[in-house]
T-cell receptor, first 115, second 114 residues
Framework: NAGVMQNPRHLVRRRGQEARLRCSPM?????VYWYRQLPEEGLKFMVY????????ESGMPKERFSAEFPKEGPSILRIQQVVRGDSAAYFC?????????????FGQGTRLTVV | DAKTTQPPSMDCAEGRAANLPCNHS???????VYWYRQIHSQGPQYIIH???NNETNEMASLIITEDRKSSTLILPHATLRDTAVYYC???????????????FGKGITLSVRP
């Protein structure tokens, strides 16, 4: 049973370009969470999605960032017009549902570097 | 904001038990206690979770006080590979799971020495 898969593992973008980060949840999981970790800082929640729905986007920056989790395919975190401050590790996690006694499993992250 | 308080760091000798404390004095009756760890810059790894009873799995034991205001994660025989940042998290769920995100604090850095 494959774990949460994130790709690419490393992504380099020039300022102003777009970054697309992909997250394939574990088999049978319909809930996805995205987190960002700036260098030397903690994990910050960004967005929580269920298939075709955004449940909680309280941690998403108001501009340039968007996320989706379509009925088919991986969840996508999209960053438009990247800036150097977007350089960070982006992690996603998945869980089977929102039951309180359910674990969420994390992927190995995508390291975004903006040059 | 994280609802837990952990010391910033601790160390223990390899082969000995590591007892990692966590305070969560404002925990609600429907909130679980979760523990994750992050080794170097890898993705966080789930360790264990519980509500009010003590829990044990192949990785660790979780001891929750009777009033649920604090807990202790126990790694029974720490190895060098257990060196990591350990996060204690309380997790609540609302309608449609709207509150089911995991809110990470600063965690506790465990250093296992040879």
């Amino acid at each position: 049973n494959a774990g949460v898969m994130q790709n690419p593992r490393h992504l380099v973008r020039r300022r102003g370009q777009e970054a697309r980060l992909r997250c394939s949840p574990m088999k049978g999981h319909s809930h996805v969470y995205w987190y960002r970790q700036l260098p030397e800082e903690g994990l910050k929640f960004m967005v929580y999605l269920q298939k075709e729905n955004i449940i909680d986007e309280s941690g998403m920056p108001k501009e340039r960032f968007s996320a989706e989790f379509p009925k088919e395919g991986p969840s996508i975190l999209r960053i438009q017009q990247v800036v150097r401050g977007d350089s960070a590790a982006y992690f996603c996690a998945s869980s089977p549902g929102a039951q309180r006694n359910t674990e969420a499993f994390f992927g190995q992250g995508t390291r975004l570097t903006v040059v | 904001d994280a609802k837990t308080t952990q010391p910033p760091s601790m160390d223990c000798a390899e082969g000995r038990a590591a007892n990692l404390p966590c305070n969560h004095s404002t925990i609600s009756g429907n909130e679980y206690v979760y523990w994750y760890r992050q080794i170097h810059s890898q993705g966080p790894q789930y360790i264990i979770h519980g509500l009010k009873n003590n829990e044990t799995n192949e990785m660790a034991s979780l001891i929750i006080t009777e009033d649920r205001k604090s807990s202790t994660l126990i790694l029974p025989h720490a190895t060098l590979r257990d060196t990591a940042v350990y996060y204690c998290i309380v997790r609540a769920l609302g309608v449609r799971g709207a509150n089911s995100k995991l809110t990470f604090g600063k965690g506790i850095t465990l250093s296992v020495r040879p």
